[in-house]
């Protein structure tokens, strides 16, 4: 008798979990990169339900998509452009079908149809943004810092935070040498993997989960950080800066991609959708402070939100910008060993 | 007389048993030891040029860093449990027995809270604006926080933490054990206090000790998610080499190889607790 | 040695213990948002954790996956205590140095392996996996603990079964489980926590097709801002509590 309970148990525990799910969006994103609110209204509009996971990097998320490759886990991911790019060349990628989405003219066509996805085939932009320094000026005493180089400032000993992104730290490490931070040169490469390692001893810590935590918990004082990241401590701590530095802030573009197997192309669709709705994207760019390429949605934005110039840097902020670009697998490599070695060097 | 009747059921237990181990514990372990052999793979994450690229890079200097600072942050957590966890376990045996069962199970009951919350807690502990430091200055006793959190002594403490009871249970039962008319023996054979302990106490409890040992080593170097809530992404164990080789770089050979290290590590704790086991039973009253 | 010491000792251990505890059962009554001032007390994290659906879809999922594991290395622990106690077959060191293997080996090198080995099988990373991997793990720990049961077992009633000419399968299902019953549960109750807590092995083994609550701590503590990770850290720890306490009464109940 207990034996057949256990055992009818022991079916309907792997029947519990069969092949036939009921419709729902599994959505791989950022930590901190979507309102809940976005979801939540999405599933009311649609009654679809959205699974929501995240990750903390490309490399984690890329890494994720290729260990359940032949699963079909995830219907949306949001890769950086050079990801797109990577994924998009390893045929990871389902085509996006532009017939089944709206909106897409709102976008900015400074950033659609870039080299990175040839007529966005493949990607739809989501935000884009800068990844620029950090001030805690209620702790942060004589001179003001405003170069990625105060970072190795003998002041700043143990007190400064990094990203926990190889692309940025190196894009860092790069500039202050004065080369580019899209560099593909294994020398310039190397020469910013020595400049980092002298950087080493006043890295408190690496955050890439939420980084604005470290600075709002007095854990670090000056640093790397987000825009996005910078928009939302200063609510809670006013005296955190967002620094555009000398050398020239970085910038990137997050987009929207279909993985090859997505169980649920339909529901991508319908929420790439959704958000492009330019109420959506306004709302976005509100609640966490990265910029949306929704020219339509950028109208809708209040004023101490769209004159915000950490989300929406001015001409002069954007001097000596860099934007992320893609450099190809082997540089990746490259980059890929140098950060282990920085990494792991204790 | 094990009629044919029988026999069904002891061979549909075999083969479930059997079927079971090999399957989800042989072979998976014996694709590890394959893994370590093989060449890493960007597609398909492992492919065949068999060779040990994997284990060289493993002992190159940078990861032997690595590895030798994850295993002095598991040798300060054991030690830290021996010194914390040794006389904790001789003043439980000497407590008065029914209270003993009530001791043990308030012992156990941190352990049976989720490891990564307790693990959070220790964080709002250590912070800056922690409650450590907000009571040490309310008392006085310092000025300026100290910056506890991001540190290695931070991920120590993470782990102590968590470990301590893996310490305190194996040496409790030895030290339930204890015969006492081996004390008095020594006692009357006119050893003192010190030599009793060195002579007497300590050998019989090595088992113990070194069982201990075991619980508490090999988890402290595979607990990667303490230097993450803890250590600031710095302080590395090998755990966490081990996932960011498999779920970051996927370098599949490399992970694989610091595992074995890690196996063989253990098969050589195990060996020497089987060690100090046997030398015991000669040893013994 | 003087009387006061060991036990002032003991107290202070215990404290050094229980305060991250104490902390965290405080702080999810905390009014203010960051955790590191107080605000009055208040409920509403409590509240916040009730509505966030994936959170609680989680733990449904956490405690289904808990439940089966629990169940399933149970009934295999206990067949095979059984077998190595009763039954004479080769291979009996393979199997017990196997046990003891996945007993002692670190999680992270368990995790791994049955990556290693899903993959190539090529099963789907989601509850099937997770349920494997749980089972495995939870296995050792049944087997000793109902091998420590049989082997002080009083040896004539089975033998008096079998010479009144029940089968093997009768006669265990009949003498043989009822006798090790308080040893399946404790083991039962041993799986289910296991399973429960487990954050190493399931973050290599899981996919989103069922999400667990380990890792959506996990996430949540790497974030860092989220107070409902006190109040759901409370509710687990009441959860274990009372999972512990009936696991003590059921064991002091079979002693009778």
């Known amino acids: 008798m207990k034996k057949l309970a256990l055992a009818g148990m022991l079916a309907l525990g792997l029947a519990g979990c069969s092949s036939e799910e009921p419709q729902v969006l599994n959505l791989y994103n950022w930590s901190e990169y979507m309102p809940q609110e976005v979801l939540d209204r999405f599933t009311e509009e649609t009654g679809i339900p959205v699974v929501y996971t995240t990750y903390d990097s490309n490399e984690a998320m890329y890494a994720k998509l290729k260990l359940l490759d032949d699963s079909a886990a995830y219907d949306l991911a949001v890769p950086s452009t050079y990801y797109v790019s990577k994924m998009r060349q390893e045929d990871l990628l389902m085509p996006i079908d532009r017939s089944k989405i709206e909106g897409f003219d709102n976008l900015d066509p400074e950033l659609t149809n870039l080299d990175i996805d040839p007529d966005n085939q493949y990607s739809v932009p989501y935000l884009w943004g800068t990844t620029g320094l950090a001030v805690d000026t209620a702790d942060v005493q004589g001179e003001p810092v405003n170069a990625w180089a105060d970072l190795w400032d003998e002041r700043f000993k143990g007190r400064v935070m990094l990203t926990n992104d190889m692309r940025e730290v190196f894009h860092v490490g790069l500039r202050v040498l004065g080369y580019s931070g899209n560099s593909t040169n294994p020398e310039e490469i190397k020469a ?33 950080i987000w825009n996005g990241e910078a928009v939302m401590a200063k609510d809670v701590m006013p005296s955190l800066e967002y620094v555009y530095p000398k050398e020239g802030i970085i910038a990137w573009l997050d987009s929207f991609v279909i993985p090859k197997n997505a169980r649920n192309p339909e529901a991508a669709h319908k929420f790439i959708s959704f958000v492009l709705q330019p109420e959506i994207s306004a709302l976005i760019s509100e609640e966490i402070g990265y910029a949306t390429p929704n020219l339509a949605a950028r109208d809708m934005l209040p004023d101490e939100v769209a004159n915000n110039r950490a989300s929406y840097p001015t001409a002069t902020d954007m001097i000596n910008a860099e934007f992320q670009t893609d450099i190809g697998d082997e540089a990746l490599q490259v980059y890929a060993k140098y950060w282990e070695m920085l990494k792991s060097g204790q | 007389m094990h009629s044919a009747m029988q026999q069904p059921f002891k061979t549909a237990v075999l083969i479930l048993v059997w079927g079971w181990l090999l399957f989800l514990v ?234 074995i290290v890690l196996t063989i590590t253990m098969a050589f704790l195990m060996f020497a607790h089987r060690l100090s086991k046997r030398r015991l039973g000669e040893e013994g009253a | 040695m003087a009387r006061w010491l060991p036990r002032t000792y003991l107290a202070l251990v215990y404290l050094l213990l229980y305060v991250p505890i104490v902390v965290l059962v405080v702080f999810s009554f905390n009014e203010a948002r960051t955790g590191y001032s107080w605000g009055g007390v208040s409920l509403r994290w409590y509240e916040a954790l009730f509505n966030n659906r994936a959170l609680v879809g989680a733990m449904w999922n956490s405690l289904w996956l808990a439940l089966s594991a629990a169940t399933v290395s149970t009934v295999i622990g206990a067949l095979t205590a059984l077998a190595l106690h009763r039954y004479r077959f080769r291979g009996k060191k393979l199997l017990n140095g196997m046990l003891f293997v996945v007993m002692m080996s670190p999680e992270i090198v368990l995790a791994i392996s049955l990556l290693a080995l899903f993959l190539l099988v090529g099963l789907q990373l989601g509850y099937v996996s997770l349920l494997l991997a749980h089972v495995t793990f939870c296995l050792p720990f049944v087997v000793i603990t109902v091998m420590a049961r049989l082997s002080g077992f009083d040896e004539s009633l089975p033998e008096a079964a079998r010479d009144l000419g029940a089968s093997d399968f009768t006669m265990t299902r009949t ?18 926590t296991l399973s429960l807590d487990d954050v190493v092995v399931s973050t290599f083994v899981s996919g989103p097709s069922y999400e667990i609550l380990p890792l959506r701590i996990y996430s949540m503590v790497r974030v860092g801002l989220k107070p409902e990770v006190n109040a759901l850290g409370t509710l687990l720890l009441v959860f274990s509590l009372v999972m512990l306490m009936l696991s003590q009464w059921i064991l002091i109940r079979s002693k009778r």
């Not at chain 1, 890295?203 to 004082?221: C, H, Q």
């Open chain 1, 192 to 224: 910013a993997y020595e400049k980092l390692s002298e950087l080493m001893p006043s890295v408190r810590t690496f955050n890439s989960d939420a980084p604005r935590m470290p600075y709002l918990e007095g854990e670090t004082d000056v640093g790397m």
């Open chain 3, 175 to 192: 003498v043989l489980i009822p006798v090790i019953m308080p040893a399946l549960l404790a083991g039962w109750l041993l799986g289910f």
């Open chain 2, 26 to 259: 042989l072979a998976p372990n014996l694709l590890v030891v394959g893994a370590s052999v093989m060449t890493r793979d960007p597609a398909t994450f492992l492919s065949l040029p068999l060779n040990l690229d994997a284990y060289r890079q493993l002992f190159a200097p940078l990861y032997l860093d690595v590895f030798l600072h994850s295993l002095y942050m598991a040798a300060m957590t054991t030690l830290a449990c021996l010194l914390i966890g040794y006389p904790f376990a001789w003043a439980l045996s000497k407590v008065a027995k029914q209270r003993q069962l009530v001791l043990i199970f308030l012992l156990i009951v941190p352990f049976w809270t989720n490891s990564l919350v307790r693990t959070y807690a220790l964080k709002l502990i250590l912070a800056t604006n922690g409650l450590l430091n907000s009571a040490l200055m309310s008392i006085g006793l310092i000025d300026e926080p100290l910056q506890l959190l991001y540190t290695e002594g931070a991920v120590i403490i993470g782990l102590v933490y968590l470990l301590l009871p893996f310490m305190i249970l194996p040496l409790y039962s030895v030290f339930e054990d204890l015969k006492q008319e081996l004390l008095l023996a020594s006692h009357d054979l006119g050893a003192g206090r010190l030599s009793t302990f060195l002579h007497v106490i300590v050998p019989l409890t090595l088992p113990g000790v070194l069982a201990g040992v075991m619980l508490v080593l090999l988890p402290a170097m595979g607990l990667f998610f303490v230097p993450d809530i803890l250590g600031g992404s710095r302080n590395l164990l090998v755990g966490n080499v081990i996932k960011n080789q498999f779920l970051d770089a996927r370098n599949w050979p490399f992970g694989a190889a610091a595992s």
